[in-house]
């Protein structure tokens, strides 16, 4: 089964009962079909109503031992398990249905939800998948638990876990699909540490733990009814629970994920920084700010004055000196270091991206990246150079109104040449449009199409 561009649902209901491993009461789950753009979302049908809560980022209200979603009153424990068999099996939309405040924990693993998911069979639906594509590194960090992302066309999780005296250590990287997660990822068992239980009951959880559904560990020995499913179960389980707590942003993830000693505290931390970037706008607001509104009425009407043209219109390429002719910007914001070809509603430019650029300071120490933003940045300024150059916009200022279909394929480092054509695709009175495309060395590392607005300077 391979990776597919098209969303997913279940093709019929499927149910099954068990435990709650820290609630340890009865429970029946159904997993349904779901219409396209659902998403996960949980339905309590033992309470009246039957209220609904969606499996989102923004709903998860305790991560102590496990994930738990909260919407008003209601409460549902330890769902990262079944998201983490959605995600991996490539489910996009399911209803689960429970009649108790927790899922049915088996056996430890998501050896019963993978069943679930291959009994009901999986039906493709018309609306495209769309994964959230990491472009840029990022990390975050909680106690002794760090998470770093790196750009990655696709999905692995490299991972070391240990406990707190580093005993146990293990280490595990692999890529993320259905394949590799049914077998390398979806067997591996919950486990905890024998001083940890103490603990754990006096909180009131793992009242449904046993070594029937878990593994315990204390000092050098391991304690299981059954051998190791895996040498390194434990940190194939630490990632079986990252893949879970990152489905909760709603959408696949394209990256590489390297974790130390992960936690669902980190892991929905992380979640939290995918969806802020899932959710961001697609206007850039550093890029130019809105035009002021214009005075409705002036005590004295001043004669527009004629100016002179920027550059002469029949010029096919453009010199630093030119090109600062036409566009306002200055050091550190000018993207553009020359034109180097104009042809009616085309144009192209070049950047050369020098390690002294101030945005390398922070963006990241010791691995430097141009920010994604500022090759959009780039794109509108070229737009602007060819659109500003008309003689009916001499001497007004291009302002940002929209950026659509925004993609950032790879990374440009120091030292890179950024070539960026730009064809404008309309320009009527004050609104212009137009399709850019920048790339290094022959290679696509961004495109974008942008929307603009021209306004007196």
């Not at 209220?51 to 738990?68: F, G, L, M, Q």
């Not at 020995?221 to 079986?240: A, C, G, S």
Request: glycine letters at 8%; proline letters at 7%; hydrophobic letters at 40%.
């Amino acid at each position: 089964m391979k990776n597919v561009q098209q969303q997913q649902t279940l093709s019929e209901m499927v149910e099954f009962a068990g435990t709650g491993l820290h609630s340890g009461n009865k429970v029946t789950a159904k997993f349904l079909p779901a219409p396209a753009n659902t998403g996960i979302v949980f339905r309590r049908v033992d309470l009246e109503g039957k209220p609904e809560i969606e499996a989102r980022i923004d709903n998860v209200s305790d991560t102590t031992r496990s994930t738990t979603l909260s919407k008003g009153n209601i409460k549902l424990h330890t769902v990262e398990h079944i998201l983490s068999t959605f995600s991996g099996m490539g489910v996009d939309n399911a209803i689960v249905e429970l009649d108790a405040n927790e899922p049915p924990i088996g056996d430890g693993s998501a050896l019963d939800f993978c069943e679930a998911v291959r009994k009901a069979g999986l039906s493709l639906q018309a609306e495209n998948r769309e994964p959230l594509k990491i472009t840029e590194p990022m990390g975050v960090q909680v106690g002794d638990s760090i998470l770093s992302v790196f750009p990655y066309d696709g999905f692995k999780i490299s991972c070391t876990s240990s406990d707190g005296k580093g005993q146990f250590t293990q280490y595990y990287s692999t890529e993320i699909d259905p394949e590799t997660w049914e077998t390398e990822i979806s067997k591996a068992r919950t486990f905890c540490f024998y001083e940890e239980i103490e603990f754990l009951i006096k909180n009131g959880l793992i009242k449904g733990g046993s070594l029937e559904n878990a593994v315990i560990i204390r000092d050098d020995v391991v304690l299981t009814n059954e051998p190791l499913r895996y040498p390194d179960e434990f940190v194939r389980h630490k990632i079986l629970d990252i893949i879970g707590d990152l489905y909760l942003i709603g959408r696949p993830v394209q990256a590489h994920i390297i974790a130390i000693r992960p936690s669902h505290k980190i892991n929905c931390e992380l979640a939290r920084q995918f969806a802020a970037i899932a959710n961001k706008p697609k206007v850039p607001t550093q890029t130019f700010a809105p035009p002021a509104e214009e005075s409705k009425s002036k005590a004295i009407v001043e004669p527009e004055k004629e100016l002179p043209p920027p550059i002469p219109q029949d010029a096919t390429s453009l010199d630093i000196n030119m090109v600062m002719k036409i566009l306002p910007h200055r050091y550190p914001f000018l993207m553009v270091d020359r034109v180097t070809k104009i042809d009616g509603n085309k144009i192209q430019a070049i950047k050369n991206v020098s390690i002294n650029e101030p945005f390398f300071e922070g963006h990241f120490p010791g691995h430097p990246i141009m920010p994604g933003v500022l090759q959009l940045e780039a794109i509108a300024q070229v737009a602007g150079i060819l659109t500003l150059n008309n003689p009916e916009n001499w001497g007004k200022i291009a302002y940002f109104l929209a950026a659509d279909t925004v993609k950032w394929r790879k990374p440009v480092l120091p030292g890179d040449t950024l070539v960026i054509d730009v064809e404008v695709m309309k320009s009527r009175g004050k609104i212009g449009k137009a399709k850019g495309i920048c790339s290094v060395n022959g290679n696509t590392v961004s495109e974008a199409v942008v929307t603009f607005m021209m306004a007196k300077a």
